[in-house]
């Protein structure tokens, strides 16, 4: 049980240092720049999701896949992903466009939701069965 909670604590770690990343993009696209909502949050979630491979492949999941797999443990990644930013997608356009949010607080939804399925399928789909070693 101490490792399961160190490992989400070290996932919200990286997870933090992602959402900035995440949400300082999307402020700056959006309205600095003026870019469309969606397109900001879309270049936004790819930034921060490659910020959050790196680092959590590093930090956080003790990977089943060895040195010559990696490009496998990549593109499930990817995938997995690829499902994120759909779902986070979709609430963002559903609480701005349906119910009028502010695109912040949409994204604050999206970012709860999202985080959920990205420990979750991360750890079913990248890491081990063997006990963690972080």
Known sequence: ?????????????????????????????????????????????ILSTVFNY???MQYVFVSKFDKSEKNKE???FVILSVIGLAINELIMWFFVEEFSFHYILSKVIATIIVMVWN???RKMFLEGTKELQR
């Open 54 to 56: 790196i680092a959590s």
């Open 119 to 121: 420990f979750i399928t």
């Open 74 to 76: 990549f593109l499930i």
């Open 1 to 45: 049980m101490k490792k399961i909670i160190e490992q989400i604590f070290k996932f919200g770690i990286v997870g933090i240092i992602a959402a900035i990343i995440d949400f300082g993009t999307l402020f700056i696209l959006t309205t600095l720049l003026d870019t469309y909502y969606l397109l900001s949050a879309a270049i936004a979630y």
